[in-house]
T-cell receptor
Framework: EAGVTQFPSHSVIEKGQTVTLRCDPI?????LYWYRRVMGKEIKFLLH????????ESGMPNNRFLAERTGGTYSTLKVQPAELEDSGVYFC????????????FGPGTRLTVL | QQQVKQSPQSLIVQKGGISIINCAYE??????FPWYQQFPGKGPALLIA?????SEKKEGRFTISFNKSAKQFSLHIMDSQPGDSATYFC???????????FGTGTRLTIIP
């Protein structure tokens, strides 16, 4: 079974540009989460999808961030325009209800804004 | 305000020794406490988790100790091996709402 995949693995952009990150969850996982780790700090929750609906977006930093999950499959996270403080590693995780409700994380996208 | 505090930030342990990482939480509504292990270039992976109805959970060389009254929990790695070298994150959530609140991470290095 394929795990959670994320694209790209690295992205370097200049301040003011736009970047779109993609996450493909494990097939059949209705729940999809986005998290971010800024250098040396904790991994912080950004938002949670259940299928195509945003269940909780309380962690989104501001309106420069837009997340979508069309059709309840893959998700995208767009940052427009990017600022220096947006640099960090963006993780996606997926989960299916039942059992221990374990979240499976992708390898992350390292975003550097210059 | 950081809801889960983790220490130490980095830890060096000799092979065969015991590695101990500590976490403290503030939100008494938390009732699920997982530990994640992350290797370079990979995402965090669930290592072991505990609910507050027990004070200890052991899986192989890994043990979580939980102190509900002190709002603290810790990860113990017995007989630490070089392959255990990784970054470890404690986390907390409310079961049924799986939004995880993480600690800042501990970089563990096991030396021969």
């Amino acid at each position: 079974e394929a795990g959670v995949t994320q694209f790209p693995s690295h992205s370097v952009i200049e301040k003011g540009q736009t970047v779109t990150l993609r996450c493909d969850p494990i097939s059949g996982h209705d729940n999809l989460y986005w998290y971010r780790r800024v250098m040396g700090k904790e991994i912080k929750f950004l938002l949670h999808f259940v299928k195509e609906s945003k269940q909780d977006e309380s962690g989104m930093p501001n309106n420069r961030f837009l997340a979508e999950r069309t059709g309840g499959t893959y998700s995208t996270l767009k940052v427009q325009p990017a600022e220096l403080e947006d640099s960090g590693v963006y993780f996606c995780a997926s989960l299916t209800r039942g059992g221990d409700n374990e979240q499976f994380f992708g390898p992350g996208t390292r975003l550097t804004v210059l | 305000q950081q809801q889960v505090k983790q220490s130490p930030q980095s830890l060096i342990v000799q092979k065969g020794g015991i590695s101990i990482i500590n976490c403290a939480y503030e939100n008494t509504a938390f009732d699920y406490f997982p530990w994640y292990q992350q290797f370079p270039g990979k995402g965090p992976a669930l290592l072991i988790a505990i609910r507050p109805d027990v004070s200890e959970k052991k899986e192989g060389r890994f043990t979580i100790s939980f102190n509900k009254s002190a709002k603290q929990f810790s990860l113990h790695i017995m007989d630490s091996q070089p392959g255990d070298s990784a970054t470890y994150f404690c986390a907390a959530s409310i079961f049924g709402n799986e939004k995880l609140t993480f600690g800042t991470g501990t970089r563990l290095t096991i030396i021969p």
